[in-house]
T-cell receptor, first 112, second 118 residues
């Protein structure tokens, strides 16, 4: 089962930053936080992941709290094409089982 | 474009039939994963293959089977199809090795196959 809690939906104005929260209060020391998004029945798209440091790439930034019990995905300048379901996933990296456990995610709607 | 390809894009068939879904991983990726997405169950992990060997099973029905071939492409076989098998089926691939690893095995998903069982 997914070990994350996300709001079911959020709205954001085009051009503004979208901040998507995720709670993972039972995260273990060897578990990473991954973010994927799914745009209308397309294949899930990898966004970013991190262990404990903040991370940034060309798509987004990931802010992980010091206690690692929550994180925030930031899309700095949301566009209409960012409307999607965003999934926050906690997983152990390494070992023999690499499955991703998806929860219900957050439906982000970017409005013009 | 993730580099993962899946065929066919759409498949319509009847109950009781058998279908095969095909996945070609990204160049260099040794691991292939299959996921099912239905309206009521969300995205669920089915099975993981690494370099031709089955590594992990999730909520995969006995009527379903998969294999990974020497060229690393994978096929998911669905038999005795039921109405409830109608879903999106996604394949993902990653570099992932079979044992403990210090690098992050990001999974990249294909565009999916939409299966409709009538």
């Amino acid at each position: 089962d997914a070990k994350t809690t996300q709001p079911p939906s959020m709205d954001c104005a085009e051009g503004r930053a979208a901040n998507l929260p995720c709670n993972h209060s039972t995260i273990s020391g060897n578990e990473y936080v991954y973010w994927y998004r799914q745009i209308h029945s397309q294949g899930p798209q990898y966004i970013i992941h991190g262990l404990k440091n903040n991370e940034t790439n060309e798509m987004a930034s990931l802010i992980i709290t010091e206690d690692r019990k929550s994180s925030t995905l930031i899309l700095p300048h949301a566009t209409l094409r960012d409307t999607a379901v965003y999934y926050c996933i906690v997983r152990v990296v390494g070992g023999s089982n690499y499955k991703l456990t998806f929860g219900k995610g957050t439906l982000l709607t970017v409005n013009p | 474009d993730s580099g993962v390809t899946q065929t066919p894009k759409h498949l319509i068939t009847a109950t009781g039939q058998r279908v095969t879904l095909r996945c070609s991983p990204r160049s260099g990726d040794l691991s292939v994963y299959w996921y099912q997405q239905s309206l009521d169950q969300g995205l669920q992990f089915l099975i993981h293959y690494y370099n031709g060997e089955e590594r992990a099973k999730g909520n995969i029905l006995e009527r379903f089977s998969a294999q990974q071939f020497p060229d690393l492409h994978s096929e998911l076989n669905l038999s005795s199809l039921e109405l409830g098998d109608s879903a999106l089926y996604f394949c993902a691939s990653s570099v992932a090795s079979g044992g403990h690893s210090t690098f992050q095995e990001t999974q990249y998903f294909g565009p999916g196959t939409r299966l409709l069982v009538l």
